[in-house]
């Protein structure tokens, strides 16, 4: 289990997590951070699904949108609370992972890299198209604020608070599963799905529930994201997304749980700094991945080593792991 | 007789090519049973075969009188049957004590939500995972690599990893495929000893092995295979004095005909 010195620093960083908006006074910092958080959700969702069962899901940004336009359409229609939205934008998106899942998982994994590309596209034109559910190219605005005991959560720091509280579910829960009789299923699926099977894994169902898993987690975002911003259209929701998020879990190092974090707030901050530039977010993210694949193939955060740093520190290792590189990101 | 395996008339054909060809074989509970034939016999496809990773062509599997032929590997394995893997297949990037505890899978069933609250049922699976599999590796010799990453060992090590990940799923037969390959001769007598215990212990085994050596002092019974047909089946010693078996290893010109 963890060791002291690891749980102090989850200690401090918790307790500075939690003092960051009354040391920021500026509210676009803040702002930021909650960017962060929420693309912290999104990448480590993702990241679930691409380093942890090796199918390479590239149209995230897909479940992302049908989250937010699941909570948009209910809170403005239907007068949805938040709070229920948070949870049942999650499970739409997962319905329609499991749709994609059932068609594609049992065939190679190319055909599911292609159909959630084409996805991804889908979603986002029907919801362009569809003006009598989605307003079409007006988006929908008006999104009201979420409440909590009768107050309205109106201000960025309660923003805050609530993307921090909603990624710290998501990574405990995340590391929870991970290492467990199940998280164990998933990596042994991404290091070969053959011996996986002839070790009585059922992989076509574990590959579904870790999609079912991922994917919610994007639903969950989605729904964060239309309440922040109070208005959301087919804009946010472009390939481009899709791939801003991927390009986060690539620089950050698929295959681990810290690598994404690392990942999402190192390419939420980037492009702020540089803002004059913002039209070449993309075009940063494909350096960075360029850059990362060239120096440090395994993403920042290192590659990905189940559960021998948690389960026995006691045994002794005797060859430091030098694994070089995450199996490569071939679909 | 009691066949724990029976297969009938099992062929697999890959475009032209008859990879295994009306293969009827029988295999007793509790023997060790040697399968040898040159390279490119069909002899891994066979095992493919056996475990569901291919679909026969034609033909019927029987484990324990059931029918298994078109059952996925998933259901083969928790029937009973383990397998090792010619080319190995760790699982490279987990921790040695890890690629043995995905073998106690199917005999765990922590659910997300046992994961999530870490229920009593999580604890009991994660203790019998670790507890049964540090023994697993203890028997093999591997406690001390327990933490260290599988592709990190070396090669002979990786086959006992193997065995042992096998093992994990508690089976009634397993199948081993060239488990000496890329063992020195010293580990290769550890192997036999190994394998022998196991089988005295109950466990059924079949072996594809080059190594005459291993299969002649294991084996209770031994088929050959050439061209994907059976062209002999009896006991080692008959097996040696067979003049056929001779000629398709010469014809091969793999084998020396003395170490046959
Ligand atoms: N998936 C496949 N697709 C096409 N041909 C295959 C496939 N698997 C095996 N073969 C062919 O079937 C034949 C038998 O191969 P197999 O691997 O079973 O031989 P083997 O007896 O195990 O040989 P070795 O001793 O070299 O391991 C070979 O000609 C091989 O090329
Ligand atoms: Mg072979």
Redesign the pocket.
């Known amino acids: 289990m963890a060791s002291f010195k690891q749980k102090l620093v989850y200690f401090l960083s918790a307790i500075a997590l939690l003092m960051f908006p009354w040391f920021i006074q500026n509210d676009y910092w803040l702002r930021v951070a909650i960017m962060i958080g929420l693309y912290i959700i999104l990448a480590s969702s993702l990241n679930l699904i691409n380093g942890y069962t090796g199918q390479f899901n590239i149209g995230h940004a897909g479940f992302y949108c049908i989250g937010a336009y699941t909570a948009a359409i209910l809170a403005t229609r239907y007068h949805f609370s938040f709070w229920l939205l948070l949870p049942l934008s999650g499970i739409v998106a997962a319905l329609f992972s499991i749709l994609i899942g059932l068609a594609t998982l049992r065939l190679k994994g190319i055909y599911f890299s292609m159909t959630t590309l084409g996805f991804s596209e889908i979603i986002r034109l029907t919801v362009l198209n569809w003006a009598s559910l989605t307003r079409g190219p007006m988006g929908i605005p008006g999104i009201p604020l979420p409440e909590l005991f009768g107050f309205h959560l109106a201000s960025n720091r309660h923003f805050y608070y609530i993307v921090l509280a909603l990624t710290g579910i998501m990574l405990f829960l995340s590391k929870r599963v991970i290492s467990s009789r199940i998280g164990r299923a998933w990596i042994a699926i991404r290091e070969d799905e053959d011996a996986a099977r002839a070790m009585g894994v059922e992989t076509f169902r574990y590959k579904l529930y870790n999609l079912i898993f991922g994917t919610f987690w994007a639903g969950v975002a989605g729904c964060f994201y239309a309440f922040f911003t109070s208005f959301i259209s087919a804009d946010s929701f472009t390939l481009d997304e899709g791939f801003s998020i991927l390009a986060m879990v690539l620089v950050g190092g698929q295959g681990n749980l810290i690598g994404p974090v690392i990942g999402a707030a190192s390419l939420t901050i980037l492009p702020e700094i540089f803002r004059n530039m913002a039209q070449l977010r993309l075009v940063i993210f494909g350096a960075a991945i360029l850059i990362m694949i060239y120096l440090r193939p395994q993403g920042l955060a290192g590659s990905s080593i189940l559960s021998q740093k948690y389960h026995y520190p006691k045994i002794q290792r005797h060859s430091p792991p030098k694994h070089q590189g995450q199996q490569e990101v071939s679909p | 007789m009691t066949a724990i395996l029976q297969t009938a008339n099992l062929s697999k054909s ?1 475009g032209g ?1 008859h ?1 295994v060809e009306a293969v009827n074989l029988e295999v007793e509970r509790g023997h060790i049973h040697g399968i040898i ?1 040159p ?8 095992f493919n075969l056996l475990t569901g990773t291919y679909t026969p062509s034609r033909g019927e599997i029987y484990f324990n009188g059931l029918s298994i032929t078109r059952l996925s590997p998933e259901r083969i394995a928790r029937l009973g049957i383990a397998r090792t893997f ?1 080319n190995i297949k760790l699982f490279k990037y987990m921790s040695v004590l890890d690629n043995v505890k995905i073998g106690f899978h199917t005999q765990t069933e922590t659910s997300f939500w046992d994961a999530f609250f870490h229920t009593s049922r999580f604890h009991r699976d994660e203790r019998i995972a670790a507890q049964k599999g540090f023994e697993i590796l203890t028997r093999v010799g591997l406690a001390k690599h327990a933490d260290d990453l599988a592709s990190n060992l070396p090669y002979g090590t990786q086959r006992k990893l193997e065995i042992a990940r096998a093992l994990a799923t508690q089976p009634q037969l397993l199948l081993l495929d ?1 488990p000496a390959a890329g063992m020195n001769p010293a580990e290769t007598a550890e192997l036999i000893d190994f394998i022998r215990k196991l089988n005295q212990e109950g466990l059924t085994i079949i072996i ?1 092995e ?1 190594d005459m050596k291993l299969i002649m002092n294991l084996c209770h019974r031994i088929t050959v ?1 050439h061209h ?1 047909e059976k062209i002999f089946e009896g006991t080692p010693v008959e097996v040696q004095n067979h003049p056929g078996v001779i000629e398709a290893y010469l014809g091969k010109g793999r084998l020396n005909p003395s170490a046959v």
Not at chain 2, 41 to 46: E, F, P, S, V
């Open positions: 890959f090519l990879a034939g390279n490119g016999a069909g002899k891994t496809t066979l010619q060239e594809i080059h295979i994907g």
